[in-house]
């Protein structure tokens, strides 16, 4: 009779022994599936927001024509190239989207942006050197574009008005027209990319709120005068004498009238 006894109550103490480790694998894994929740939302937040910096690629085509005219180690366009990022156009081929040339008559602006969308973006890459040797007129295409000033960022060309290379003309065009993302998106396959953006964050930012070419001009040329007259008032200012300077000079000035006087009664009494 005990021994039945005691065989009950082992049963019972291991169906107990089980009800509570079921109910702490529950509790386990409903902690785990919190956890990996909260995991997830800060891990898809972390790459949306990684994302965003890295920018993305678009949905139009890229070409350029390469004229063969830049240092190949050097050149922006053949890297793009070489990684599959562009497609190389040959002379005498007419590209239907828009075209960044310096043939061009009117300024890329946002009106662009439906061009560009469904017909491409193309560059002409060729040395600024070597532009009276370029021949424009075999590279074909019903939307040629110039690009409004900008600063260049590449190593060659750094701080220089206009001399931008083949990815920053690109990524001009693209930022203006409203495609950020895909703006970033190529410059980041350089070291030197983001400082393209950042050179130049206010003017990009006031030519991408323009509406048409001539909207685009004139901020660009209000952007000029503005700087323009800064650099004036700070020449004038490095010129102007300052108070304090201006009143040791007629301090020195009396000083010096004294003095002669002093020296001409001297040499009188001396006389």
């Not at 065989?7 to 107990?16: A, E, P």
Request: some cysteine; proline content about 5%; glycine content about 4%.
């Amino acid at each position: 009779m005990s021994s039945k006894r005691n065989k009950f109550q082992n049963k019972n103490t291991r169906k107990f022994k089980n009800s509570k480790t079921n109910r702490n694998c529950e509790r386990t894994l409903a902690e785990s599936a919190a956890q990996l929740a909260i995991s997830s939302n800060s891990s898809d937040s972390s790459d949306s927001s990684d994302n965003e910096d890295l920018g993305q690629p678009p949905k139009y085509p890229v070409a350029m024509w390469d004229l063969n005219q830049c240092d190949p180690k050097k050149c922006s366009g053949r890297k793009l190239a070489r990684h599959g990022l562009i497609t190389n156009l040959k002379l005498g081929q007419r590209f239907p989207g828009l075209v960044l040339t310096p043939v061009g008559v009117n300024c890329v602006s946002p009106a662009d942006r439906q061009i560009i969308e469904s017909s491409g973006l193309a560059v002409v890459d060729c040395s600024w050197a070597k532009l009276e040797e370029t021949p424009f007129d075999r590279m074909k295409t019903p939307h040629p574009r110039l690009l409004p000033f900008l600063v260049a960022a590449n190593p060659i060309n750094y701080g220089k008005p206009c001399q931008l290379s083949c990815v920053e003309a690109i990524a001009a065009a693209m930022y203006i027209v409203g495609h950020k993302q895909e703006a970033k998106w190529y410059l980041n396959k350089f070291s030197w990319g983001h400082s393209f953006l950042e050179l130049n964050d206010t003017l990009l930012e006031k030519y991408s709120n323009c509406t048409t070419s001539a909207e685009i001009l004139e901020a660009q040329n209000a952007y000029l005068k503005e700087a323009q007259d800064e650099k004036l008032q700070n020449k004038a200012r490095r010129d102007w004498p300052t108070s304090s300077s201006g009143s040791e000079s007629d301090d020195e000035a009396e000083s010096t009238e004294c003095d002669d006087k002093l020296l001409r009664k001297s040499n009188i009494d001396i006389q």
